[in-house]
């Protein structure tokens, strides 16, 4: 069974600071690798869908990359805003297209 | 494009009780996939659905069970409620269901039981 886990699992930053958040997961036959946003009680935002074919995926200040063979994410947010504060998750779906989640990292900055 | 939505947005319901939840996936989405969160156990995946049949079961108990139209709307049921059945649930649709195709989440149903 896939096991997904990220860390930090919460992390603190002054605005505009450059940030870096970790995913890993166990086994490495992945088709894809999602990253996602909440909002507190709110639902998932996609952020990056990274193909199993692809290193990296940029959306404006959010760079992903995918490393399939040591089983790593990264997530990459520059030049953090307040607005960035959330729980970011990661995700990677077995061949039934069943979601294993990471536990998240909670993010806040700070103005 | 309309996103995915469900309803109804908060329940509150009795212990023993059963209650049924509603999603309606992206147009064109024929996939939709449902779960649980909760703050000790995290994201966990319910069940999905693909052209009204059940492709996939997550580790729930009977109690939890699901279905899917042929307009691709889904519904969700959980009968003899418990107090550990409080969490949101979310559904998720995606375009064609196979593993290579972005998933995207609906705003949840927070569910509490008393």
């Known amino acids: 069974k896939q096991e997904v886990t990220q860390i930090p699992a919460a992390l603190s930053v002054p605005e505009g600071e450059n940030l870096v958040l970790n995913c890993s997961f166990t086994d490495s036959a992945i088709y894809n690798l999602q990253w996602f946003r909440q909002d507190p009680g709110k639902g998932l935002t996609s952020l990056l869908l990274i193909q199993s074919s692809q290193r990296e995926q940029t959306s404006g200040r959010l760079n992903a990359s995918l490393d399939k063979s040591s089983g790593r994410s990264t997530l990459y947010i520059a030049a953090s805003q307040p607005g960035d504060s959330a729980t970011y998750l990661c995700?990677?779906?077995?061949?039934?297209?069943?979601?294993?989640f990471g536990t998240g990292t909670s993010l806040t900055v700070i103005p | 494009k309309a996103g995915v939505t469900q309803t109804p947005r908060y329940l509150i319901k009795t212990r023993g009780q059963q209650v049924t939840l509603s999603c309606s996936p992206i147009s064109g989405h024929r996939s939709v996939s449902w779960y649980q969160q909760t703050p000790g156990q995290g994201l966990q995946f319910l069940f999905e659905y693909f052209s009204e049949t059940q492709r996939n079961k997550g580790n729930f108990p009977g109690r939890f069970s699901g279905r899917q139209f042929s307009n691709s709307r889904s519904e969700m049921n959980v009968s003899t409620l418990e107090l550990g059945d409080s969490a949101l649930y979310l559904c998720?649709?995606?375009?064609?269901?196979?593993?290579?195709?972005?998933?995207?989440f609906g705003p949840g149903t927070r569910l509490t039981v008393t």
């Open positions: 998720a649709s995606s375009l064609v269901g196979t593993n290579a195709y972005e998933q995207y």
């Open positions: 995700a990677v779906p077995n061949t039934g297209n069943q979601f294993y």
